[in-house]
């Protein structure tokens, strides 16, 4: 599937153009067409309904990068959606137009070693949705394959399909660390990230979970969605022994599992800090680059430090919780745009800002 580009105007055959929302530069959102590419024997052509707004579009659009990601062209943004199938390929066996569907946003390769071994989100070649230079899914329609998308149950919601990309972080997470019933659960950071992982141990069974922030607005959030407990800490590093202790008596029982979803040196410090000896500490927040932290301790007490680096084979579970009742995402969405230029524009600063914007989702 190549990227597609740029088209001027109506096409002579009078079809519809393709809109989507364009990174142009810093800052610099600019609704225009997206030529779609040809629809191959096993794609599906979907039209989107419902983009979610993530901390990374954001990055892209303040910055052009997001980690070790640069947008070096003109590029569409974003990769947490659902929507509608307009017409499948002549191999597409399983879809047919008009089904709801939540789409996997990461395309692998499928021939290499990790793809091969089940673990595709390590694919080096894998292309994601409003990666650069890989378009995304902020647009009318899309071009998919077909194996990527996921039929919503009757009782789930567009949204609640496009909510399915950011709570695959947290399912995928604790899959990594084996959350279950007997593992009592720390979560740094209490961001969208944060809440859907705190969703997802509960689904998996954790009896008790304690999450940490220095904003009083989410901690309030993450109390109302089920956390146990909640504690508000600082950004001063001088203050993690006094925290950890904190921390460690609103669990009133050993941390087994912490989660940081921040990625700052605080957090990881104070994650390795407050986690029982034995326990494990999963990095899934990228807010430092490089960081310093106490490993040389928490490896004295057999701490492990785990990655997590996006999701794999996660979205049919994701529906089954979300068709269940066992995870309620709907409490995350708190501000809905239109897709015109002037929404696009208020979408990315109202998510950019903070403040009570937790997840800003597109209704297209």
Wanted: glycine share 10%.
């Amino acid at each position: 599937m190549g990227k597609g580009g740029m088209s001027q105007g109506e096409k002579e055959d009078g079809e519809e153009v393709n809109m989507a929302a364009w990174l142009l530069g810093v800052n610099t959102l600019k609704i225009q067409p997206l030529e779609l590419p040809s629809l191959g024997p096993y794609d599906v052509l979907v039209r989107m309904k419902a983009v979610g707004v993530c901390g990374s579009d954001v990055h892209f659009l303040k910055t052009l990068r997001c980690a070790d990601s640069v947008v070096k062209e003109p590029m569409v943004i974003g990769h947490e959606c659902a929507g509608v199938i307009e017409k499948v390929g002549s191999e597409v066996k399983t879809l047919v137009p008009g089904d709801r569907v939540a789409l996997e946003s990461g395309i692998s390769c499928w021939q290499c070693d990790y793809c091969k071994g089940g673990r595709y989100n390590l694919c080096p070649k894998s292309k994601g949705l409003g990666s650069p230079p890989v378009h995304g899914c902020l647009a009318n329609q899309l071009v998919h394959p077909a194996d990527l998308c996921f039929k919503l149950p009757d009782n789930v919601s567009l949204e609640e399909g496009a909510m399915c990309e950011p709570l695959s972080v947290g399912v995928h997470a604790c899959r990594r660390a084996n959350i279950g019933p007997e593992t009592n659960v720390l979560i740094m950071g209490s961001g969208p990230i944060g809440l859907v992982t705190m969703l997802a141990a509960r689904a998996f069974g954790a009896p008790r979970i304690v999450i940490v922030d220095v904003d009083d607005y989410r901690l309030s959030v993450a109390k109302k969605l089920g956390a146990d407990n909640i504690v508000k800490v600082s950004t001063n590093l001088q203050d993690i022994a006094e925290e950890v202790e904190k921390i460690q008596k609103a669990m009133g029982t050993g941390i087994d599992v912490s989660f940081d979803c921040a990625g700052f040196n605080k957090t990881m410090s104070t994650a390795l800090s407050a986690t029982r000896s034995g326990g494990k500490v999963c990095l899934l927040g990228m807010g430092h680059h490089d960081m310093t932290v106490p490993l040389t301790p928490a490896a004295a007490r057999e701490v492990d430090v785990l990655g997590v680096f996006r999701y794999k084979n996660t979205w049919p579970l994701c529906l089954e919780f979300l068709r269940s009742g066992k995870i309620d995402v709907k409490p995350l969405i708190t501000h809905r745009f239109g897709f015109s230029q002037k929404e696009v524009e208020e979408a990315f600063e109202t998510s950019a800002r903070g403040g009570t914007a937790i997840k800003v989702m597109f209704n297209l």
